[in-house]
């Protein structure tokens, strides 16, 4: 209820974002191409066996396991359906852990899981792109969503479970957004005033968003049935305010863009 939901921040960028696009399409595609994209909500019935078992073969096959992190060992075993349910049958899978980290990062387990995630990366992720450079923004997002991963299944070391989502490395980009332009204007909507928007600075909206993800890794605030990685994002924000530093973005302070056409200065960034 305390948490707020940005969906615009007034804040213009010098050049087109074009990494942070591709990094979107990236994961709606893939998104698309899984087999997770077929539930859609309150349209899709139930899903049978076969799509639940076929579900948990993808993500154990893509998917960053802590267990196999941790050993860099892969779980060889594929999962097939059977009439009783899904079941694990030995066999070499191929996967390799330290590559998993990544290609987890591009997937999501649901439509609202997705969109939220690409929300946050579309409104904040194209002024830090602006700030570093496409090349420093590309090896920043990565390397960020690394770090989350990592230190989450090093902090579960013997787990089993499968991580999946970009929210590691959004949560880098909030980190360092919050760094470069902590008085930035976003507005956002106030779920507990019934989703009225308000224009708060950014340290407002980025740190509230930081301390509620730390509550939940501390246990001051409760996610009763949650399977959200909250450390994964507590570790991915710390890791952004770091490594935005390291890369120099502070000192790559740039003029304001210049106007276009007459009337406003380029393009802004919009949530969707």
Sequence with gaps: ?????????????RR????????????????????VADEVPLVSGPPTRADVCEQLGFFRRWAAIPVELTR????????????????????????????????????????LHLLGNMLFLMIFGNNVEDRLGRFR????????????????????????ETLVGASGAIAGVLG??????????VTSLVPFLLFLPFQLPAWIVLGSWFLLQYAYVSGLAMAEGSNVAYLAHVAGFVA?????IALGGLRDRREPPPPRFGLRSGPRSRGW
């Design 240 to 244: 952004g305010i770091v490594g935005v």
């Design 176 to 185: 360092a957004y919050l760094v470069l332009y902590p008085r930035a204007r």
């Design 137 to 160: 923004y590309l090896l920043f997002y990565l390397g960020c969503g690394y770090v989350a991963t990592y230190v989450f299944a090093f902090a579960n070391p013997n787990s089993d």
């Design 16 to 35: 087109a974002p074009v990494v942070n696009w591709a990094l979107i399409a990236l994961n709606v595609i893939v998104f698309l191409l899984s087999p």
């Design 72 to 111: 860099n060992d892969p779980i060889d075993e594929r999962i097939e359906a059977t009439p009783r349910g899904c079941l694990a049958v030995e066999g070499d899978t191929g996967k390799i852990p330290v590559l998993s980290a990544l290609t987890a990062m591009f997937l999501h387990g649901g439509w």
């Design 1 to 13: 209820m305390i948490s707020l939901i940005p969906i615009h921040d007034d804040n213009p960028t």
